[in-house]
């Protein structure tokens, strides 16, 4: 799916358009809203975002977003901080192909607790997190 400033449209393999909806002005977190109204819009820009540009300008978007529209205080003052930790953590439910495009494409985002390591297996992410815990405890 290619997200642009004027129009959200996706495109089945076979060559129909599923859906089009005229985003004129829209930013591309208001594209993604309205793409999937229901569900999270970091969820649905790490499922539909293939293009490095484009989750870029998520990224700058979706800061914007949270400093005019979450309620955290701490949040609003540092947008940016939060949309990459925002990011970050759903990220850990993404493949790893996905989460290396995103590692790649947007400079500094990192899991919060994993950073940019890409476990291949949920055990290896169990792991991992195992390894974090008891390291602070020592």
Do not use: C
């Not at 909806?21 to 829209?26: L, N, P, S, V």
Request: hydrophobic share 40%.
């Amino acid at each position: 799916m290619k997200f642009t400033p004027y129009s959200l449209i996706s495109v089945h393999d076979d060559g129909k358009i599923l859906l089009m909806i005229e985003a004129k002005g829209q930013s591309l977190v208001e594209q993604l809203i309205a793409h999937n109204p229901e569900g999270h819009v970091v969820f649905t820009a790490i499922r539909e975002l293939k293009d490095p540009g484009e989750m870029r300008r998520f990224m700058f978007e979706f800061a914007q977003y949270v400093a005019d529209n979450f309620d955290d205080e701490s949040a609003r003052r540092n947008p940016m901080q939060t949309a990459g930790q925002e990011i970050g953590y759903i990220l850990g439910y993404a493949g790893s192909e996905t989460k290396q495009a995103w590692f790649d494409a947007v400079e500094g985002l990192e899991h919060p607790i994993f950073g940019r390591t890409v476990a291949s297996s949920p055990e290896q992410a169990v792991e991992r997190g195992m390894q974090d815990a008891q390291a602070k405890f020592k």
